[in-house]
């Protein structure tokens, strides 16, 4: 039984890659970035200089991937272990995605919470965050300067870089999701985060209620302070991980909502009903989606998770509209919705086009 993961991606991840696609010279970037980078050069470092993980080679490791890539309904990835005293693990890629655990994480962490961390890395598998994270990635190592001379340099604005990074930082909510759904809470994502915080189980007894208070007081100190926001900002715009404890925070927040209970409840029991009352943020607002071409507007519904998305073919004199173009489109009813409503994935989906 596999989970979609439209059903956990966190609102933060959309908001990010859809404002990032929005900056000019995004796609352009990503056009010149592909040109001088190859998912080739990634296998020939892994399988040259990593240790390569399968069913003959520490098993143990391996095992833990089959039952949590079919929860999250994705293919088994290439896993390889990469000399490394510091703890870390990445997932990159394009079209056959791998993910990369550091000796160190290894030596640090236990195996439930390497599997968490697995789990994690899955997830960014499961919400199409590998080619865009590796882009990411490749960007912080300084690529575009080989690109300078190809004459990609430029494409390279602050404001782009700036919402690569927030965007990054905001898809690890969604992959920490991925492993709460895997490991049917967040206790191990809370002692994830605490080994990625520098607790380690030789310094004494961990206190989780401590470390989620800190986070709460970290929260309550930028909500209360707009200068401690800006500062925020100013320190961390260039930085592609989120805070450890604000991770920890927002992953228990999400398993206790009704949202995680229902994915929880349709894993064990496989009703497709308790899924009906999960919603579902919109694609886009009203007013930008009228105009563009009825089935890609259909095509974003349905990507999005909407089930009961209908088209009508309408006659009408208006010279200003293509053919196809869409004229009205609602919600339930509602054809004044924003782009940050959410609505259940089985609402009624109107679209309304020019014939």
Same mark, same amino acid.
């Given at each position: 039984?596999? =989970?979609?993961?439209?059903?956990?991606?966190?609102?933060?991840?959309?908001?990010?890659?859809?404002? *990032?696609? &929005?900056?000019?010279?995004?796609?352009?970037?990503?056009?010149?970035?592909?040109?001088?980078?190859?998912?080739?050069?990634?296998?020939?470092?892994?399988?040259?200089?990593?240790?390569?993980?399968?069913?003959?080679?520490?098993?143990?490791?391996?095992?833990? +991937?089959? !039952? =949590?890539?079919?929860?999250? $309904?994705?293919?088994?990835?290439?896993? /390889?272990?990469?000399?490394?005293?510091?703890?870390?693990?990445?997932?990159? @890629?394009?079209?056959?995605?791998?993910?990369?655990?550091?000796?160190?994480?290894?030596?640090?962490?236990?195996?439930? +919470?390497?599997?968490?961390?697995?789990?994690?890395?899955? $997830?960014?598998?499961?919400?199409?965050?590998?080619?865009?994270?590796?882009?990411?990635?490749?960007?912080?190592?300084?690529?575009?300067?080989? &690109?300078?001379?190809?004459?990609?340099?430029?494409?390279?604005?602050?404001? +782009?870089?700036?919402?690569?990074?927030?965007?990054?930082?905001?898809?690890?909510?969604?992959?920490?999701?991925?492993?709460?759904?895997?490991?049917?809470?967040?206790?191990?994502?809370?002692?994830?985060?605490?080994?990625?915080? $520098?607790?380690?189980?030789?310094? @004494?007894?961990?206190? =989780?209620?401590? /470390?989620?208070?800190?986070?709460?007081?970290?929260?309550?100190?930028?909500?209360?302070?707009?200068?401690?926001?800006?500062?925020?900002?100013?320190?961390?715009?260039?930085?592609?991980? !989120?805070?450890?404890?604000?991770?920890?925070?927002?992953?228990?927040?999400? &398993?206790?909502?009704?949202?995680?209970?229902?994915?929880? $409840?349709?894993?064990?029991?496989?009703?497709?009903?308790? *899924?009906?009352?999960?919603?579902?943020?919109?694609?886009?607002?009203?007013?930008?989606?009228?105009?563009?071409?009825?089935?890609?507007?259909?095509?974003?519904?349905?990507?999005?998770?909407?089930?009961?998305?209908?088209?009508?073919?309408?006659?009408?004199?208006?010279?200003?509209?293509?053919?196809?173009?869409?004229?009205?489109?609602?919600?339930? @009813?509602?054809?004044?919705?924003?782009?940050?409503?959410?609505?259940?994935?089985?609402?009624?989906?109107? =679209?309304?086009?020019?014939?």
């Amino acid at each position: 039984m596999a =989970i979609d993961s439209t059903f956990y991606t966190h609102p933060s991840d959309r908001a990010a890659l859809k404002a *990032l696609k &929005a900056i000019p010279g995004f796609h352009q970037l990503m056009k010149a970035i592909m040109s001088i980078w190859n998912e080739r050069l990634s296998n020939i470092e892994n399988m040259s200089c990593n240790l390569r993980v399968n069913e003959n080679q520490m098993k143990k490791y391996y095992d833990m +991937l089959p !039952p =949590i890539c079919e929860k999250l $309904g994705i293919n088994v990835p290439d896993l /390889y272990i990469k000399m490394d005293v510091n703890p870390n693990a990445y997932t990159s @890629g394009d079209t056959k995605p791998f993910i990369v655990l550091t000796s160190g994480l290894l030596e640090r962490f236990d195996d439930e +919470l390497v599997k968490t961390v697995i789990a994690h890395e899955c $997830g960014h598998i499961a919400c199409h965050h590998v080619l865009y994270s590796t882009i990411g990635r490749l960007i912080l190592s300084g690529v575009l300067q080989t &690109a300078g001379h190809f004459g990609y340099a430029s494409l390279l604005s602050e404001p +782009l870089m700036i919402a690569f990074q927030y965007w990054m930082r905001c898809s690890e909510f969604s992959a920490d999701r991925a492993a709460i759904i895997c490991d049917g809470n967040a206790e191990k994502l809370t002692q994830m985060c605490m080994r990625f915080s $520098g607790y380690d189980v030789r310094f @004494g007894e961990a206190n =989780i209620d401590e /470390y989620i208070k800190q986070a709460e007081d970290y929260n309550a100190m930028m909500t209360d302070s707009k200068v401690n926001k800006v500062m925020e900002f100013y320190l961390y715009r260039m930085i592609d991980h !989120p805070l450890n404890a604000v991770r920890a925070y927002e992953g228990r927040k999400w &398993a206790a909502s009704d949202d995680a209970s229902q994915i929880f $409840g349709y894993l064990e029991s496989g009703d497709v009903k308790l *899924l009906e009352n999960v919603k579902l943020p919109v694609p886009d607002g009203a007013k930008k989606l009228v105009g563009q071409n009825f089935t890609d507007v259909e095509t974003m519904f349905k990507d999005a998770g909407f089930t009961n998305v209908h088209t009508f073919e309408e006659v009408t004199k208006d010279r200003f509209k293509k053919s196809g173009a869409v004229l009205e489109i609602a919600i339930n @009813g509602k054809s004044n919705f924003d782009d940050n409503e959410w609505f259940p994935i089985d609402a009624m989906v109107t =679209i309304r086009y020019k014939a």
